[in-house]
Each structure stands twice: as C-alpha cells, then as structure tokens.
C-alpha cells in the first residue's frame, strides 16, 4: 500500500509517461479518422510532453508542486496541436493544486486530476465530448469516488486507469465521425498510454530507462539560406490599387501584367482594381495603371532583400533567438505558419512579419509561434494558424507576451492566403481588419489532394494504401489511383460552388508540367472561373486547391 508520492517518484512518473508515448505514437497516429500521412495526435502528444521530460531532466525540481509546475510550465510553451494543449491544460490544473506541496496522497491527486479537467474544458471553446475530454472527465471522476473512503494512491490510479480504458472505448459510440471510422479518440488513447505509464512506474514495473528511446526534442525551422536570390526571376513585389475612371476593362490590365512579370493577381468592381505582380519594372507597371484612372495607393517591396534577410535570420536563428519583446514600429504585424517554400515566400510578398515552419506534418508548438510574435515589432500582432490543429496552440500565447495577440482562426493555408490579401494593416483600424480577414474566410473553400497512408474503410468508402485521397473541406471527397479521376471529381464538387477564382498550390513532389496538366481538368469544367498555377512546395499534399 502506498499512500504518498513525493518528488522523485512523481519525475518518475511523467518521465515515463513521457517514454510511453513516444514508444506508442505510431499507433496513435494511425487513429486518425482519414488515413492521411500527417503525423497528427501521436506525435503531438509525444513532442509535448517530452517538452517536459526535457525540463525535468534539466532542472531536477524537488517537492511535487516543483515537479508539477515544472513540467507545466513546459508543457504550455512546448504544446503542439489541439492534443497538446489539451494535456498541458490538464497539468495546469495539477499544477494549481499541487502548488507548495512536497509529497501528496491520494485525495491531494483526485483533487489535482479535477482541477486539471476543469481547466481543459474551459479553455475549450466547444468542447466536444468523445474525446480526451471525456476520458479525463470519466478518469478523474473515478479518482475522486475512490479518495472519498480510500488512501491507497496506487489503487487510484488503478481505478482511475479503469474507467479512463472504459471511457476510450465509449469514444467510438460517442462522436459520429469516429463511429463513421471505426476507430476511438486519439487524444483519449494518448491519455491512457499516460495514465498506463504513470501507473507501471509507481509500482516499480517500468523505469524511465526501460523504455529505451530518445525523447531529444525536435526543432524545425524553415532554412531560407538553402536558396539563392539568384533564384527569384522577378525582384520586385508590386502592389496598388488603382481608382476607375474610365471603362477599360481590368482584363486587359491582367494580360498587359502577365507579360510583365508573374505571380498576377488582380481583383476588381465597379470602384477600384486591386493588383499584386511580380516584376523586374515597377515603374512601367504603375504608368499602365494610370491609364485606368488615379492610383489610391502603392507598395512595392524589393524581394531579393526580403529574402537576404530571411536568410541571414534562419542563419543566426539558433544562437540568436529573440530573448526579449521586439520593440514595436508599427501598429500591426502578422504572423503566419505554413510549410514549403513557395508558401513561405507568398506570405513573405504579402507582407507577414515573421513565418513559422508547420502545418499538418508539423504543428509548431506555442514556443515556436510565441517566439515569432515576440519577434514581430508591432504592438497589435495578428496570427494565421492555418490549420484546425494549431489554432489552440496559438491562442496559449495570448497571455504570454506583452503585445497584444489576435488569432485569426484559419484552418487552412488557401484561407490564411485569402485573409491576407484581404487585410491593409496601414490603413484599416483593428476591427475592420478582424472583419476583412474574417469575411474573406467565408468565402474559401480548399481541397487537399495527398495520398492513403494505409488501408481503411470509412463510412462504406474503401481507401487503399498509396492511393490518392482527396478532401473538401475536411470532408472525405474520394479516393483513386489515378488523380485525374480524383482531380474530375472534384471539378464536379465545384460546380455548385461556381467559383470566380481557383487556385492550384502544387507541392514539392509535382512537376510543374503535372501541375498544369492536372489543373487543366478544372479548367476545363470551369471555364469562367481565374485559375492560377503556384508552386507552393508544401510536404504532405501533393495539391492544395483554394476555390473563391
């Protein structure tokens, strides 16, 4: 019988907690409702909380409220995806009641495991049960029922193990999308693996080395200085708009453009032309404008300096990373995260302050977002999450910096493209920015095309492994060998959405000859619509489609 844990058994505890999670991530992973290749809750919930094994190993606190706050504090800055933080929210609340304490028994842990839950749902917008949520709810509620008569801090965890076990399997009844896979919550298996280890370790069955990883942190970051400013053809990123006072038609300003330079967008009503373009003569651009009518305004930003820039900072990155607040220059920033470099440089002509590495292969953790908006010189910083899966993470830096933080909560990067180009950080106020970027997200709808990572079968649609797989807006679209039928199926989807602009991102894996032919399709069936051709150079996704 064993009635309290003091500080060297509670490391113990999470460093094996820890372990077991990075032994089991795979199979976490393989959870996902939609077999695509992304790494998702599995490895989250691994690189959190080896966040925190990291830190205890570094500091080798003494006292359980040392150990807790500890390994919450690093569990909050190291928190990637929704998984992540949910559990750093969790060790809050264990945090919060373990404060000051040196050992703890039983009711001291029913108690902290509660406060862990209530801090998790209130930090959750709307928070669905079926989930993590629900097995940590169940779990620590079978943890105060047993500390109500009993003082065996072994047989709680015992007790609390059982109903978490029973509660995962519930998850699969629970949440409709999970009973359309087959499958139960990721997040909730991840919190099982915890309670697992944390259990085995307090019984002596398992010690942190027993596991036998590495549970080294993993720290990606974009390396802008692989790629010479010889590579970008046209040094200059125009941008104006441009009063109509005549009844030329922008099209013809669209063609004299795309002689001119690339990467042409133009954008018109009855009022004004809004036009971005690469070009090598700002000057003969802006004297075509006029023939349109008066400029309103103009920017035009030196690309090749932009990228020299970036460079020298992801050079000097790892030693001189920001250890204080930036001072502002400006009113707003922008903080963006997107992976490849053709996305990274979109963003970069579109004005972002600062890019951070990640998306679907990489949710970036609260550290690595608060770190790029620490570094922005702004007072206002607005983030583009640009993923479902990072929008928590970037809210936890709200109340981790002395500037003010605005999460625009896009979930994919079409969308975070289109609330950029939509946003005018000089002249609009703060609320017409949330509105412009908000309402621009209304109006994208995205398409992924990646490939079956295994085997599946959801809701009657068999998906085989290696096959391509197509989702609109997050809904499964189909699978195929071929994505050219994939590809046609989709211009059918869109056909109801009759869109006005369709834009192909095409990957690292695609040739642009691919892409084209592959774009060609819809194309075909949408006529009417603008379709543009990037190179986005984005992991994961062979195809990211955006269609206004």
Same mark, same amino acid.
């Given at each position: ?65 040392? $150990?807790?706050?500890? &390994?919450?504090? +690093?569990? #909050? =800055? %190291? ?9 750093? @929210? ?102 099982? $693996?915890?309670?697992? &280890?944390?259990? +085995?370790? #307090? =019984? %002596? ?9 590495? @549970? ?109 607040? +930036? ?124 490939? +079956? ?96």
């Amino acid at each position: 019988m064993r009635e309290t844990i003091d500080s060297a058994a509670f490391t113990n505890m999470l460093l094996c907690a820890a372990a077991a999670l990075e032994v089991n991530k795979q199979q976490i992973n393989e959870l996902n409702v939609f077999p695509v290749p992304d790494g998702d809750t599995g490895t989250n919930m691994s690189m959190t909380m080896g966040a925190a094994s990291a830190e205890l190993k570094r500091k080798n606190p003494q006292g359980v409220g040392e $150990v807790a706050k500890c &390994a919450a504090n +690093a569990l #909050l =800055r %190291g928190a990637r995806g929704n998984s992540g933080v949910i559990l750093s @929210l969790l060790f809050r609340g264990l945090s919060k009641v373990l404060k000051g304490k040196e050992t703890c028994d039983a009711y001291d842990f029913a108690l902290a495991m509660n406060e862990g839950v209530e801090a998790a749902y209130n930090a959750v917008m709307k928070p669905a049960e079926g989930t993590i949520l629900t097995v940590s709810r169940l779990s620590a509620a079978a943890a105060s029922d047993f500390a109500e008569t009993g003082s065996d801090i072994e047989l709680l965890l015992s007790c609390a193990l059982e109903s978490a076990k029973d509660a995962l399997a519930e998850t699969v009844n629970i949440n409709p999308v999970l009973k359309k896979a087959g499958v139960v919550d990721a997040g909730g298996k991840g919190y099982v $693996v915890i309670l697992e &280890a944390m259990l +085995a370790s #307090l =019984r %002596g069955e398992v010690t942190p080395e027993s596991y036998n990883v590495d @549970l080294t942190e993993i720290n990606e970051s974009a390396d802008f200085s692989r790629f010479d400013t010889g590579d970008i053809t046209f040094t200059y990123c125009t941008e104006f708009i441009v009063g109509r006072e005549n009844e030329k038609s922008a099209d013809l300003l669209r063609a004299y453009l795309q002689n001119m330079g690339d990467s042409v967008v133009v954008v018109d009503d009855e009022e004004i032309i809004k036009t971005h373009v690469h070009t090598n003569d700002p000057g003969l651009v802006l004297t075509e404008a006029l023939t349109y009518g008066g400029l309103l305004k103009v920017k035009i930003e030196n690309m090749r300096e932009q990228h020299s820039e970036l460079a020298d900072g992801a050079a000097n990155e790892e030693d001189e990373r920001p250890k204080k607040t +930036a001072e502002p220059e400006k009113d707003f920033g922008t903080v963006v995260v997107c992976a490849g470099q053709g996305m990274a440089d979109l963003f970069a002509e579109l004005g972002t302050d600062k890019i951070v590495t990640g998306g679907q292969t990489m949710n970036p953790s609260t550290d690595d977002i608060l770190t790029a908006i620490e570094g922005t010189p702004a007072k206002t910083v607005f983030v583009f999450p640009n993923n479902k899966n990072i929008i928590m993470a970037a809210e936890q830096c709200i109340p981790l910096t002395e500037k003010k933080v605005i999460v625009i909560p896009t979930i994919t990067v079409p969308q975070g493209v289109s609330a950029m180009l939509s946003m005018d950080t000089y002249s609009q106020s703060e609320e017409d920015i949330i509105e412009s970027a908000n309402s621009a997200i209304q109006g994208v709808h995205t398409a992924l095309i990646t490939y +079956a990572a295994r085997d599946s079968d959801f809701d009657g649609h068999e998906i085989k492994s290696g096959e391509y797989l197509g989702l609109l807006d997050g809904a499964l679209l189909g699978s195929n060998a071929d994505v050219n039928v994939l590809m046609g199926k989709l211009a059918d989807e869109l056909l109801s959405i009759n869109p006005e602009f369709i834009t192909v991102y095409y990957g690292e894996d695609v040739s642009a000859e691919d892409a084209q032919s592959v774009s060609n399709i819809l194309s075909d069936k949408h006529s009417s619509a603008e379709l543009s051709v990037i190179n986005g150079g984005q992991p994961v996704y062979y195809y990211m489609i955006s269609a206004e």
